[in-house]
Nanobody
Framework: QVQLVESGGGSVQAGGSLRLSCAASGRTFGKYAMGWFRQAPGKERLFVSA????????YYSDSVKGRFTISRSDVHNTVYLQMNTLKPEDTAVYYCVADPAGEYRSGGWPGPFGSWGQGIQVIVSS
Protein backbone atom coordinates (compact mmCIF):
# COMPACT_ATOMS: atom_id res chain seq x y z
CA GLN A 1 0.00 0.00 0.00
CA VAL A 2 0.99 3.62 -0.45
CA GLN A 3 0.70 6.45 2.01
CA LEU A 4 -1.39 9.37 0.77
CA VAL A 5 -1.34 12.93 2.05
CA GLU A 6 -3.85 15.50 0.77
CA SER A 7 -3.31 19.25 0.71
CA GLY A 8 -4.86 22.35 -0.80
CA GLY A 9 -8.22 22.36 0.89
CA GLY A 10 -9.79 25.35 2.57
CA SER A 11 -12.62 27.83 2.32
CA VAL A 12 -13.69 29.64 -0.83
CA GLN A 13 -16.70 31.55 -2.05
CA ALA A 14 -19.05 30.10 -4.61
CA GLY A 15 -17.66 30.48 -8.10
CA GLY A 16 -14.10 30.26 -6.88
CA SER A 17 -11.42 27.63 -7.44
CA LEU A 18 -9.23 25.32 -5.41
CA ARG A 19 -6.64 22.75 -6.36
CA LEU A 20 -6.27 19.68 -4.23
CA SER A 21 -3.04 17.71 -4.25
CA CYS A 22 -2.38 14.20 -3.06
CA ALA A 23 1.21 13.14 -2.54
CA ALA A 24 1.91 9.42 -2.52
CA SER A 25 4.81 7.53 -1.03
CA GLY A 26 6.44 4.59 -2.73
CA ARG A 27 8.28 3.88 -5.95
CA THR A 28 5.38 2.28 -7.82
CA PHE A 29 3.10 5.32 -8.00
CA GLY A 30 3.12 5.15 -11.77
CA LYS A 31 1.29 1.81 -11.68
CA TYR A 32 -1.61 3.03 -9.56
CA ALA A 33 -4.97 4.36 -10.60
CA MET A 34 -5.69 7.44 -8.50
CA GLY A 35 -8.85 9.22 -7.60
CA TRP A 36 -10.95 11.33 -5.29
CA PHE A 37 -14.05 10.75 -3.22
CA ARG A 38 -15.91 13.20 -1.03
CA GLN A 39 -18.20 13.03 1.95
CA ALA A 40 -20.54 15.81 2.96
CA PRO A 41 -21.79 16.04 6.56
CA GLY A 42 -24.37 13.38 7.28
CA LYS A 43 -24.05 11.82 3.84
CA GLU A 44 -22.31 8.83 2.32
CA ARG A 45 -18.91 8.98 0.71
CA LEU A 46 -19.26 9.45 -3.04
CA PHE A 47 -16.99 9.07 -6.05
CA VAL A 48 -15.75 12.32 -7.58
CA SER A 49 -13.05 11.54 -10.11
CA ALA A 50 -10.39 9.03 -11.13
CA UNK A 51 -7.44 8.70 -13.48
CA UNK A 52 -5.85 5.49 -14.68
CA UNK A 53 -2.22 4.55 -14.26
CA UNK A 54 -1.08 6.09 -17.54
CA UNK A 55 -3.22 9.21 -17.36
CA UNK A 56 -4.87 8.24 -20.63
CA UNK A 57 -8.33 7.85 -19.10
CA UNK A 58 -10.17 10.11 -16.69
CA TYR A 59 -13.55 9.73 -15.05
CA TYR A 60 -15.90 12.16 -13.34
CA SER A 61 -19.17 12.08 -11.50
CA ASP A 62 -21.98 13.94 -13.23
CA SER A 63 -22.04 16.51 -10.46
CA VAL A 64 -18.49 17.73 -11.18
CA LYS A 65 -18.10 17.01 -14.88
CA GLY A 66 -17.02 20.13 -16.74
CA ARG A 67 -15.92 21.89 -13.54
CA PHE A 68 -13.26 19.60 -12.06
CA THR A 69 -10.14 18.25 -13.74
CA ILE A 70 -8.00 15.42 -12.48
CA SER A 71 -4.36 15.04 -13.48
CA ARG A 72 -1.24 13.30 -12.27
CA SER A 73 2.50 13.82 -12.16
CA ASP A 74 4.45 10.61 -11.87
CA VAL A 75 7.63 12.67 -11.48
CA HIS A 76 6.21 14.14 -8.29
CA ASN A 77 4.15 11.12 -7.21
CA THR A 78 1.18 13.44 -7.00
CA VAL A 79 -2.39 13.52 -8.24
CA TYR A 80 -4.25 16.80 -8.53
CA LEU A 81 -7.89 17.83 -8.56
CA GLN A 82 -8.47 21.26 -10.05
CA MET A 83 -11.88 22.45 -8.90
CA ASN A 84 -13.42 25.41 -10.69
CA THR A 85 -16.78 27.14 -10.45
CA LEU A 86 -17.24 25.74 -6.99
CA LYS A 87 -20.71 25.48 -5.51
CA PRO A 88 -21.87 25.26 -1.89
CA GLU A 89 -22.88 21.65 -2.57
CA ASP A 90 -19.21 20.85 -3.22
CA THR A 91 -18.59 21.36 0.49
CA ALA A 92 -17.23 18.10 1.86
CA VAL A 93 -14.22 16.25 3.13
CA TYR A 94 -12.27 15.09 0.08
CA TYR A 95 -10.37 11.80 0.17
CA CYS A 96 -7.58 10.70 -2.13
CA VAL A 97 -7.48 7.04 -3.14
CA ALA A 98 -4.94 4.81 -4.85
CA ASP A 99 -5.58 1.45 -6.46
CA PRO A 100 -2.68 -0.79 -7.56
CA ALA A 101 -4.92 -2.45 -10.13
CA GLY A 102 -4.15 0.55 -12.32
CA GLU A 103 -7.59 1.10 -13.79
CA TYR A 104 -10.80 2.62 -12.51
CA ARG A 105 -14.00 0.61 -12.64
CA SER A 106 -17.41 1.75 -11.50
CA GLY A 107 -18.77 -0.07 -8.50
CA GLY A 108 -16.53 -1.33 -5.73
CA TRP A 109 -13.57 0.91 -6.51
CA PRO A 110 -10.95 1.04 -5.17
CA GLY A 111 -10.43 -2.66 -4.76
CA PRO A 112 -9.37 -4.52 -1.60
CA PHE A 113 -5.75 -3.38 -1.93
CA GLY A 114 -6.64 0.27 -2.32
CA SER A 115 -5.33 3.00 -0.03
CA TRP A 116 -7.09 6.08 1.35
CA GLY A 117 -5.80 9.42 2.50
CA GLN A 118 -6.90 11.01 5.75
CA GLY A 119 -9.15 13.52 4.02
CA ILE A 120 -9.13 17.28 3.64
CA GLN A 121 -11.90 19.79 4.18
CA VAL A 122 -13.32 21.96 1.40
CA ILE A 123 -15.89 24.60 2.33
CA VAL A 124 -17.71 26.61 -0.30
CA SER A 125 -19.77 29.51 0.97
CA SER A 126 -22.60 31.15 -0.91
Amino acid sequence: QVQLVESGGGSVQAGGSLRLSCAASGRTFGKYAMGWFRQAPGKERLFVSAINWSGSSTYYSDSVKGRFTISRSDVHNTVYLQMNTLKPEDTAVYYCVADPAGEYRSGGWPGPFGSWGQGIQVIVSS
